[in-house]
């Protein structure tokens, strides 16, 4: 069985930098897209930025230039490095695997969720 563990995540003030990772397991990290979304509150889930074997790579427009989204075949991870960090960017961020760019309802793999919040 698929299984998608997140790391990272915490408290920064406005400005700051953190990472996420995501460690894939019994995961074929050739097929299709992994990738990033996220949901804060009150809202709905939002894709943030995602990625394949070929590097194909797709970003929210909120968060271009800020994000950027990575992954190692080798270690069957995938980071996603934010920086500038706003208050807006707070919120719970999912690993995805298994799904097409930022098209959430086809992703197959959710991690458990990992805490992003930025204050002012």
């Known amino acids: 069985q698929v299984q998608l563990v997140q790391s990272g995540g915490g408290s920064v003030q406005s400005g700051g930098s953190l990472r996420l990772s995501c460690s894939a397991s019994?995961?074929?990290?050739?097929?299709?897209?992994m990738g990033w979304f996220r949901q804060a509150p009150g809202k709905e889930r939002e894709g943030v930025a995602t990625?394949?074997?070929?590097?194909?790579?797709a970003y929210q427009d909120f968060v271009k230039g800020r994000f950027t989204i990575s992954l190692d075949n080798g270690k069957s991870m995938l980071y996603l490095q934010m920086n500038n960090l706003e208050p807006d960017d707070t919120a719970m961020y999912y690993c995805?695997?298994?799904?097409?760019?930022?098209?959430?309802?086809?992703?197959?793999?959710w991690g458990q969720g990992t805490q992003v919040t930025v204050s002012s």
């Open positions: 990625i394949d074997r070929y590097d194909s790579i």
């Open positions: 995805a695997a298994g799904g097409r760019w930022l098209l959430q309802e086809t992703y197959k793999y």
């Open positions: 019994r995961y074929n990290l050739e097929s299709n897209f």
